[in-house]
């Protein structure tokens, strides 16, 4: 089980030809240091297969790993062959400071001198009102458009078999699960294959603002769910509640992996969808956690 970083930013720098180096070895990265003015920041990214790739500051993270996931990002500064600088720093990929040990062992592997952590750390949290995408500073969880909490648990909520029962429309829902679904404390976010249709097709129908959207980057690996990996980065060290139909223990125990906050995986029935006794179970966790 690895932490992969997957390209969050604006789609338009996907087509950017591929920058910088791959420092392979120690060689590789003699050769490189012996061209560059040291003095500088540059940024890298750490690539799935755990190898450093250098490059000038201003190229962008996704053009660095040629728009591939990686496992950590940011910004780097060397003292001759030492790290003297590494941050978390790269809006393109959100690096949680999870990426640590990554980051630390592509060090490592090329014999590296590296500080103990990340110099300066950066928190990336995408806003549970209206989705966007802030960089909290000094512990402030506000976020930068809307001023909503980025602190406050999310309910990341699915809707096949989930909140609709196969072959069901979205009006047959019913009511006391809408009027849970309104009073839920924190941010409720869609969970869903069906994107921004949820937005249109059922927002209305519960009473509820359009709300955030999660995206999604990953296919399946070793039995994980394809939502989960993005989940855990949407949530990004909050406590959050999944609510699906089609959650295992494998999902369960890769959230206890690489998820540093409180979280519930909260499996729904996908013959009954949610229920009562469902929300009971979320509503206590949540207010009580
Ligand atoms: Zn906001």
Redesign the pocket.
């Known amino acids: 089980m690895t932490l992969t970083f997957s390209y969050v930013g604006p789609t338009d720098l996907l087509s950017l030809p591929v920058q910088g180096s791959v420092i392979a070895s120690r060689e590789d990265f003699e050769t490189w240091v012996s061209r560059v003015d040291t003095r500088e920041l540059f940024t890298y990214i750490v690539d799935v297969s755990g190898r450093l790739r250098l490059a000038p500051r201003q190229s962008e993270h996704v053009a660095c790993a040629g728009g591939e996931d990686v496992l950590g990002a940011g910004e780097i500064a060397f003292d001759d062959s030492t790290v003297s600088y590494v941050s978390n720093q790269s809006t393109g990929y959100c690096p949680s400071l999870a990426s640590w040990p990554a980051v630390q062992a592509a060090f490592d592997r090329l014999g590296l001198t590296h500080p103990a952590g990340f110099t300066v750390e950066f928190v990336f949290r995408r806003?549970g009102?209206?989705g966007?995408l802030t960089v909290v500073k000094e512990s402030d969880f506000v976020?930068g458009?809307?001023?909503?909490d980025l602190d406050c648990p999310v309910t990341f909520l699915d809707v096949d078999g989930t909140l609709l029962r196969y072959g069901h429309e979205p009006a047959e829902i019913s009511p006391d699960i809408a009027s849970f679904l309104s009073s839920l404390p924190g941010h409720l976010v869609w969970a869903t294959a069906w994107l921004e249709d949820a937005n249109d097709a059922i927002s209305p129908v519960l009473g509820l603002p359009r709300l955030p959207v999660v995206a999604w980057h990953d296919v399946p690996e070793d039995g994980l769910h394809w939502k989960t990996r993005d989940i855990v980065a949407w949530a990004a060290g909050r406590a959050f509640v999944w609510i699906d139909d089609e959650l295992t223990d494998v999902d369960r125990d890769w959230v206890g992996a690489f998820h540093p906050g409180p979280a519930l995986l909260h499996r729904v029935d996908s013959a009954v969808g949610l229920t009562r006794d469902d929300a009971e179970i979320i509503e206590s966790w949540l207010t009580t956690r």
């Open positions: 806003c009102v209206c966007e976020c458009f809307c001023d909503a």
